[in-house]
């Protein structure tokens, strides 16, 4: 169905038809839809996506978090139980997270990490049958912007993973038109969690509402939006 | 299953925010959330939503026998469900400890303030009284949900029509809804809760808590009025001490929302009932669009307007002045121009006629230009269109929407009525606010 391309499809919907592309006769089904014998259904309701050449996958409103591997997702530290520590990111079940996967750590020098804390970490197992792992280092043993986000004046929004991939998308322009007038500092997570932290509480304030509240507008409106919330910021 | 854990980071920062006296969801310290209370179809049906808090209320009514102790007063039954669907911190089946608490509030707030008269429920004393059950379901839990749940079953209540009963000697009839009008609950006063939370070992309150802000609060504090200042529940909940002015202070604050809830409450009844009279269409199902599956119902959206009035300006700047006008105006009297000659009489009535009539007075002049706008124009004829509107708007002539009505008055008698200044002028107020409520209408529409 390459007329679909775009259009709502909702569950128990059966695409056929697929784009035939040039070097490849193979298609790849990405979340929300799957292949059923012969036929492909769909299995989530959103919009129908294609990208070249041979992708598709359906972009639908959602909360819950699936994880996959190699993303980058914010979680909370809940229980610290030996060598682990164990994290909510939102999934089903809760991720481990060893205290040797941060950067410096050895046997005898532990990181400090609380329970409650938050951290950012990138997922190195997400797998169906088993527990999803983090790390918070990259493959040569250094941070790279992962560990443990300081409690000291942040704050987290939790939205919908819809609009985090909107976000990180490069055609949005909102972090980039928020941080021209308003400097923030900011942590996206996969799972739908997004950590701002402004010079003031009160700008914090406003980041975090600007963000959580763009989800289901244009680029346009959220330019328009963003310079309302700045008029009233300065008093207007 | 259990609440998503709440991080140290967002609790800290709740908090500070507090402390600077700001609210995350940019409220002030006594600011409710939006609320909104809307009807179902059937009578007793109430939904109301509190920010993104909804609750729905359901009252329903069946005649049993009364307590022995208590052969003349039939029951009022209220039961707090809190489903899973409201939040995964629901579990179902056996109520929490926290919903019996709520619960045991809202009993507390409507029955035992004797907020619904059940003496007016007995139907034979000791043998068949009415047994009134007030449903309330949480759909969703954003926090504060004993507000909303009290809003709920209260509206619901003096929403909701029992049928009327009557009494021959041993035999008792109900009548249908069709045989004799239902008649409501003798609703004596609407007791309302409103809550207050409470941080810093009640050093700092809030009003209306949100989810977020319910779980970092050290206590909160239930405060059930009504519109007569009388307090009918109170209860503290949390382990912290509070001095006595703030509670005084938290009852203070209470009379003042519980008037404006009471009042919002009481204009929700009355179009709800107007409606109903009227024959319209009413209950929720109503307010929601159902021919689109993607979209929801939405609030009216900012448009951003700087470019568009940029590209205004230069239209302007480049336009330069205007030489002369479009045609030769000729003023007739003041606030009325006439443009050009004018053309023959196309109408069925006679210039003669019009003459004379003109001549008797101002009254029939205006139903005579009615009955001519009616033979002229039979598709005009939806729109009620008054004489006089026609007079006053050929003299603006811009809005489109007015142009026919023009029309009719570029003919002969255009000059008459002209002519009359006192007419026009009796007319002009009265005309002058329709078109500006035209275009705020379009404006409206632009913007949905």
């Known amino acids: 169905m390459a007329d679909s391309v775009g259009k709502v499809v909702i569950p128990g919907d059966i695409l056929s038809e697929f784009r035939a592309s040039e070097k490849t006769s193979k298609v790849a089904l990405g979340p929300g839809l799957r292949q059923e014998g012969e036929e492909v259904l769909v299995t989530k309701g959103g919009i129908l996506r294609h990208k070249e050449p041979n992708l598709y996958w359906i972009d639908c409103h959602q909360r819950r978090y699936i994880p996959a591997k190699g993303e980058d997702v914010i979680g909370i530290v809940t229980v610290k139980s030996g060598d682990v520590y164990r994290v909510d990111i939102g999934a089903t079940q809760p991720a481990t997270l060893s205290y040797l996967a941060f950067e410096g750590a050895t046997k005898r020098n532990r990181p400090n990490v609380k329970v409650g804390d938050l951290v950012f970490a990138k997922l190195l197992v997400a797998n169906k049958d088993m527990e999803p792992e983090l790390v918070c280092i990259d493959s040569g043993g250094h941070s790279s912007g992962y560990g443990v986000i300081p409690a000291d004046g942040g704050f987290m929004v939790h939205t919908s993973l819809n609009l985090v991939r909107k976000i990180l998308s490069p055609n949005c322009d909102i972090l980039k038109f928020l941080g021209k007038n308003v400097p923030f500092e900011t942590a996206v997570g996969m799972n739908g969690r997004i950590w701002v932290k402004a010079k003031t509480p009160k700008d914090t304030i406003v980041v975090a509402n600007a963000i959580a509240s763009s989800e289901h507008m244009t680029n346009a409106q959220i330019r328009t939006m963003i310079r309302q919330l700045l008029d009233k910021l300065s008093g207007f | ?448």
């Open chain 2, 1 to 448: 299953m259990k609440e998503v854990p709440m991080s140290t980071c967002e609790r800290e920062f709740i908090l500070k925010a507090i402390r600077d006296r700001k609210r995350i969801d940019g409220r002030q310290t006594y600011d409710y959330r939006r609320l909104k209370v809307s009807f179902g179809m059937e009578r007793g049906c109430c939904i109301v939503d509190l920010g993104d808090t909804k609750v729905l209320a359901q009252v329903s009514g069946k005649i049993e026998e009364p307590k022995k102790n208590r052969p003349t007063e039939g029951s009022i039954i209220i039961n707090l469900e809190l489903s899973p669907m409201a939040s995964p911190a629901f579990e179902p089946g056996r109520p929490t400890e926290s919903g019996i608490e709520m619960n045991r509030i809202l009993e507390r707030n409507i029955r035992d303030s004797r907020a619904v008269d059940t003496e007016s429920l007995c139907i034979v004393a000791g043998e068949k009284v009415w047994s009134i059950r007030a449903d309330v379901h949480v759909l969703n839990d954003e926090g504060n949900i004993m507000d909303a749940a009290s809003i709920a079953a209260i509206t619901a209540l003096s929403h909701f029509r029992r049928p009327d009963v009557s009494v021959m000697g041993e035999e008792v009839t109900v009548h249908s809804p069709e045989d004799r009008d239902p008649v409501p609950l003798s609703v004596h006063h609407m007791p309302v809760c409103v809550t207050f939370a409470f941080f810093d070992q009640g050093e700092f309150l809030l009003v209306d808590p949100n989810r977020s802000e319910e779980r970092v609060m050290d206590g909160r504090m239930v405060v059930g009025m009504n519109m007569h200042r009388e307090i009918c529940t109170l209860m503290m909940s949390g382990g912290m001490l509070l001095v006595k002015e703030q509670v005084l202070r938290c009852s203070q604050i209470a009379t003042v929302k519980v008037a404006e809830i009471i009042e919002l409450i009481q204009r929700a009844l009355d179009k709800d009932a107007q409606a109903r009279q009227a024959g319209e269409k009413c209950g929720f199902a109503e307010s929601v669009p159902t021919n689109k599956i993607t979209t929801n119902r939405k609030e009216a959206t900012a448009i951003d307007t700087t470019a568009a009035a940029q590209q205004a300006s230069q239209v302007i700047q480049e336009a330069g002045p205007v030489d002369k006008p479009m045609s030769n105006m000729l003023v007739q009297a003041p606030g009325t121009v006439q443009i050009g000659e004018g053309l023959v009489n196309t109408w069925d009535v006679d210039d003669e006629d019009m003459e004379s009539e003109e001549k008797e007075g101002r009254e029939k002049s205006v139903t005579n230009g009615r009955e001519a706008v009616a033979t002229s124009k039979p598709t005009e004829r939806k729109r009620p269109v008054k004489a006089g509107e026609g007079t006053v708007s050929h003299a603006e002539g811009s809005d489109s929407e007015e142009e026919e009505t023009v029309m009719l008055f570029q003919g002969d008698d255009e000059t008459k009525s002209t002519e009359e200044p006192d007419s026009t002028a009796l007319m002009q107020p009265s005309n002058s606010d329709k078109p500006a409520k035209k275009k705020g209408k379009k404006k409206k529409a632009a913007q949905k």
